[in-house]
């Protein structure tokens, strides 16, 4: 499994230093080597069921019996397989929690015997830069434990890979990073500092590998508490700095480094309608923020996003803000994010489709975007702009004809290939399930039209019902639609 | 550049798959493929040409530089021949002159040289018309005619010249003439499609293609693999020069709109269009075009133009050429100024329409389709360079531009008609020189303008205007993109713009 990673050593004066500080701890009790069979969704033939693969990486034993690893480790799972240290047993194990926009996941043993003699590990603070770390895992897929050492050399936001949507706080280490022991834990003084999750191929960079650090693991478990994974919150507003001389002046602000100024804001996000753009943002939950969008937290600046990053869904943060140069303040409840996901990569869901005379109708995903390299000039723009031009009021699915099967009720077709869907017979389309209910009703044309083109296309009843059982056939269709749970709502 | 003329074709095909807009009429179909009808090739040779009926063209171009509005890229040498022709000119490709600094026209065998000016130039057709500024320069010279006429099949002589001047000609075969992409991107017309086996020679833009003694055709590109030329063709030379006779120059007609092939069955049963007929669905019409000043409507189904029925896919019967895309007809069978009837269906009813043509200039569009021969307009306030959207803009992202050019951009350009219904330019921020008035804000570019000190942006005009009124001591400049507000000093931006003009070796502020 390419997607597993791991660290490896790069000797150094200070880690010699640091490791004499280090008490042993027996990691072999407590270290887990995970065996993944993955089926990935197939969004180009979405009947297919996917392809299989196997990968392997590492997790660990936390309290309350349960294994903590990353979410692409057992992302997508057909079949999950636990090993412990010296012990030949295959243990069946089983996803309970996983969050993608993290990359963290449970996973549950439910032989009790499992457990038995594993100890579970702790989580300690963020780590120290410059100080030592160890790290635990099965690079490039070994059967033994492997140990490697790196110091911390940068704690700062960074993209999380899995999602590819998602930034949270990351710790740089030295190390180098190998596929095969994603999930693995990094301990510092007997305790757990971090999850090893990211690095670079080799041609990129090198002595550049990241953890996930304890604050986020943290959130993650408290999010978790209740039975249910909620995702992250967002405050969903644009921020910019204020440190331009004429733009403090402008807005009649002191000289003072202080405030930020709100350019957009989303409707249906957490501050629609309670924070307005060309707001100046001054303090939240008592930070002052500076005008360079950070906020002093633990001594070291940091960017104002940490405040929500450390919430969960529900939990509340006071703002204090100028708007028209009068001081205010908002309470504001924080929910997650949605229309972003469209942006994000997709697990552990079945592609939705709808096909209906050859044609196949699919929802703008990433998957769906890179399942067919789609370069149509209009599609991107919805794909970039689907969360700044909010056009997720009017389509929180943006439904495309992503393929058509070729046969003679569709013959004349082909140029309506990757148009967005929206309307049949006269219908407006905002989600697949309504492109599912206008081919459901009886009549004796449907007509399509989509953004952009004043053509319609035109399918015939009587021609459709003619081809049908002749297209599933040539094509191996297995179900004509897959309606599934919708993401984005 | 010299090599320009010798590029791959499929790098142009690539280009012209953006056969979108409507400079007349963009046909959605695929181009008609004529049949080669069995006749004998006509035994050709070069030797008539010793009179003196083509020349050298030697120009010094130097084209804008859109990155750096205020200044001029390094000058190119192109050098052509031009086909001498009545009246004392010079027909070349307009590729050849465009943006030129200094013409001069040079006798093959003599080598006795005169300065030339651009007497009329056709950027979309891709023809020019030079004037010697010595007239008695053409006095011994004898002119090509441009009356003749050829058909597929027919064999034709491409002209060339040694380096020591001796024109040589080569065979050329026309296999066929369809509606093609020319040198703009959506500007088609009929072209010629030759195969002949062209060796590379002293020059490189502008070959004549001949008949005996005439002028049928002037090379626009060669694809050294495949042999085959591609040439525009003699109904676009002499509509050129037909229209070149008035006192001004007015165009190739437009007729504005898209349209759809309506081959479809089940799209025909649909729209109660009868077996029998063709015709053609108009997707869009443009504001303020012919089409739309005749009343043509979105949804109409046209069954004839000029009398000419239409067929499902667009194609009407030349007379000449067989089936031929109705843009030939459009463009270059009419001329600017006339009336032509059409006969359309509208909601199964047959109604007819006389059409005015006329030529649509490329400032009428909110992205110009193409700014060349004169400077491109920006504005410099306290070192955010404003300029207006035009596809040379964002041509200078080089031949990829669809895909390296900022997609937004390349977004507002493809889809103006449905986005910018109004007539407007589009504004935007192509670049900040940092200086003291900037500190603190971003890199920032490609960010559309839309208000200045609370005034609407449809134009530099507006923005200089605006930029009269600061609001209490400032200016507030919004884009349509985050930061979304932008605000200057206006007093410091005044003081400082003499600065700031040196630092950066500015000529000018503003040019519009």
């Given at each position: 499994m390419t997607r597993c990673i791991i660290l490896a050593v790069i000797a150094g004066l200070t880690i010699t230093n640091a490791i004499a500080d280090i008490p042993k701890v027996d990691v072999h009790k407590s270290i887990v080597r995970i065996t993944t069979t993955a089926q990935d969704p197939d969004y180009h033939v979405p009947w297919n069921s996917g392809s299989i693969s196997t990968g392997i990486g590492a997790g660990f034993v936390i309290d309350g019996n349960r294994i903590l690893t990353n979410a692409h480790v057992v992302s997508n799972a057909r079949f999950i397989s636990v090993q412990r240290e010296n012990d030949p047993r295959q243990y069946s194990g089983e996803v309970q929690f996983v969050a993608h926009d993290c990359d963290l996941a449970i996973v549950k043993v439910s032989d009790s015997a499992f457990f038995k003699a594993m100890l579970p590990l702790h989580l300690g603070p963020l780590p120290a830069i410059q100080s030592g770390v160890d790290v635990y895992g099965y690079p490039i897929g070994g059967e033994r434990l492997s140990v490697t050492q790196?110091?911390?050399?940068?704690?700062?936001?960074?993209?999380?890979?899995?999602?590819?949507?998602?930034?949270?706080?990351?710790?740089?280490?030295?190390?180098?990073?190998?596929?095969?022991?994603?999930?693995?834990?990094?301990?510092?003084?007997?305790?757990?500092?971090?999850?090893?999750?990211?690095?670079?191929?080799?041609d990129?960079?090198?002595?550049?590998?990241?953890?996930?650090?304890?604050?986020?693991?943290?959130?993650?478990?408290?999010?978790?508490?209740?039975?249910?994974?909620?995702?992250?919150?967002?405050?969903?507003?644009?921020?910019?700095?204020?440190?331009?001389?004429?733009?403090?002046r402008a807005l009649g602000l002191p000289d003072d480094d202080t405030g930020v100024l709100v350019s957009s804001v989303e409707s249906d996000g957490s501050c629609g309608g309670k924070i307005e753009p060309g707001d100046v943002l001054l303090s939240i939950d008592g930070h002052r923020i500076i005008s360079d969008q950070t906020v002093e937290l633990d001594g070291d600046n940091v960017d104002l996003a940490e405040i929500v990053e450390r919430k969960l869904k529900g939990d509340k943060v006071k703002i204090d803000l100028l708007r028209n140069h009068q001081p205010m303040t908002v309470e504001i409840e924080l929910q997650p994010n949605n229309p972003y996901l469209i942006q994000s990569n997709i697990f552990d869901e079945d592609p939705r489709f709808v096909m209906f005379g050859g044609l196949v109708f699919q929802p703008l995903s990433k998957n769906l975007m890179e399942a067919y390299q789609i370069d149509?000039?209009?599609?991107?723009?919805?794909?970039?702009?689907?969360?700044?031009?909010?056009?997720?009021?009017?389509?929180?699915?943006?439904?495309?004809?992503?393929?058509?099967?070729?046969?003679?009720?569709?013959?004349?077709l082909a140029g309506f290939r990757y148009q967005i869907v929206d309307e049949i017979n006269g219908q407006k389309i905002r989600t697949l399930s309504d492109v599912a209910d206008a081919f459901k009703k009886t009549a004796d044309f449907y007509v399509i039209k989509f953004i952009g083109a004043n053509r319609p296309a035109v399918l015939q009843r009587s021609a459709v019902e003619e081809a049908r059982q002749r297209i599933i056939d040539n094509y191996g269709v297995r179900v004509e639609q897959d309606l599934g749970q919708q993401t984005l709502k | 550049m010299k090599f320009l003329l010798f590029c791959p074709v499929w790098a142009l095909l690539a280009t012209s798959t953006l056969a979108q807009q409507t400079p007349g009429v963009s046909p959605k179909a695929t181009p008609t493929v004529v049949p080669q009808p069995a006749s004998a090739p006509k035994e050709k040779v070069a030797a008539e040409l010793k009179g003196g009926s083509v020349l050298r063209v030697n120009s010094t171009d130097q084209s804008y530089d859109f990155f750096r509005p205020w200044s001029k890229k390094a000058p190119v040498n192109r050098r052509g021949l031009g086909a001498v022709i009545d009246g004392g000119e010079v027909l070349v490709t307009a590729e050849l002159v465009w943006d030129s600094n200094f013409i001069e026209l040079e006798k093959p065998e003599t080598g006795e040289r005169s300065s030339a000016k651009v007497a009329v130039i056709d950027y979309e057709t891709n023809l020019a018309l030079l004037k010697p500024t010595d007239a008695g320069f053409m006095k011994d010279l004898q002119p090509l005619d441009t009356n003749g006429q050829v058909k597929v099949g027919d064999h034709l002589s491409v002209v060339q010249l040694e380096a020591n001047g001796t024109p040589v000609s080569t065979d050329a075969l026309v296999t066929s003439a369809e509606v093609g992409h020319y040198v703009l991107d959506d500007f088609s017309y009929l072209l010629f499609k030759m195969s002949c086996p062209l060796q590379y020679r002293d020059n490189s833009f502008t070959l004549p293609i001949v008949d005996d003694h005439h002028?049928?055709?002037?090379?626009?590109?060669?694809?050294?693999?495949?042999?085959?030329?591609?040439?525009?063709?003699?109904?676009?030379?002499?509509?050129?020069?037909?229209?070149?006779?008035?006192?001004?120059?007015?165009?190739?007609?437009?007729?504005?709109?898209?349209?759809?092939?309506?081959?479809?069955?089940?799209?025909?049963?649909?729209?109660?269009?009868?077996?029998?007929?063709?015709?053609?669905?108009?997707?869009?019409?443009?504001?303020?075009?012919?089409?739309?000043?005749?009343?043509?409507?979105?949804?109409?189904?046209?069954?004839?133009?000029?009398?000419?029925?239409?067929?499902?896919?667009?194609?009407y019967s030349d007379p000449l050429y067989g089936r031929l895309s109705i843009t030939h007809l459009i463009t270059t069978l009419f001329y600017c100024g006339e009336k032509v009837p059409v006969t359309l269906l509208r909601h199964g009813e047959r109604k007819d329409v006389s059409v005015e043509l006329f030529h649509r200039p490329p400032q009428d569009y909110v992205i110009d389709p193409y700014v060349i021969g004169h400077a491109p307009r920006y504005l410099i306030l306290g070192g955010l360079v404003f300029e207006e959207l035009s596809r040379q803009y964002l041509r200078e992202w080089g031949p990829a531009w669809e895909k390296e050019a900022p997609q937004r951009f390349v977004y507002f350009d493809r889809y103006q008609g449905d986005l910018f219904p109004e007539p407007r330019k589009i504004v935007f921020l192509s670049q900040i020189l940092p200086n003291p008035d900037t500190i603190g804000y971003p890199s920032?570019?490609?960010?559309?303008?839309?208000?200045?000190?609370?005034?609407?942006?449809?134009?530099?005009?507006?923005?200089?205007?605006?930029?009269?009124?600061?609001?209490?001591?400032?200016?507030?400049?919004?884009?349509?993109?985050?930061?979304?507000?932008?605000?200057?000093?206006?007093?410091?931006?005044?003081a400082d713009a003499a600065l700031l003009q040196k630092t950066y070796s500015l000529p000018l502020l503003h040019r519009f």
């Open positions: 790196g110091i911390v050399s940068r704690i700062d936001f960074e993209s999380y890979s899995h999602s590819s949507a998602d930034s949270h706080l990351a710790v740089q280490i030295d190390a180098a990073i190998n596929p095969g022991n994603s999930g693995g834990p990094v301990l510092q003084n007997g305790k757990v500092v971090g999850i090893a999750f990211q690095g670079y191929s080799g990129v960079a090198q002595g550049v590998g990241f953890m996930i650090p304890t604050p986020v693991i943290q959130r993650f478990l408290a999010d978790i508490a209740d039975g249910h994974y909620h995702r992250y919150v967002d405050l969903s507003i644009t921020p910019e700095s204020l440190t331009n001389s004429a733009a403090r149509d000039l209009q599609l991107r723009y919805y794909y970039n702009n689907f969360v700044n031009e909010e056009i997720f009021e009017q389509h929180p699915e943006v439904v495309i004809l992503s393929n058509i099967l070729p046969d003679p009720v569709n013959a004349y | 002028l049928i055709s002037l090379l626009l590109r060669y694809d050294p693999r495949s042999q085959t030329i591609e040439a525009i063709s003699t109904p676009v030379i002499q509509h050129f020069l037909k229209e070149t006779e008035h006192e001004s120059y007015a165009g190739f007609p437009s007729f504005g709109i898209e349209f759809a092939p309506t081959r479809d069955p089940q799209f025909r049963h649909f729209e109660k269009l009868s077996d029998a007929e063709g015709g053609i669905y108009v997707e869009d019409v443009a504001p303020n075009s012919p089409a739309a000043r005749a009343d043509i409507k979105t949804g109409d189904v046209l069954l004839s133009i000029g009398n000419r029925d239409i067929d499902a896919d667009g194609d920032l570019n490609y960010m559309m303008v839309e208000r200045v000190n609370g005034e609407p942006i449809y134009r530099l005009e507006d923005l200089a205007k605006a930029i009269e009124k600061p609001i209490n001591g400032f200016h507030k400049i919004e884009f349509d993109l985050d930061p979304k507000v932008l605000y200057l000093d206006a007093a410091k931006v005044q």
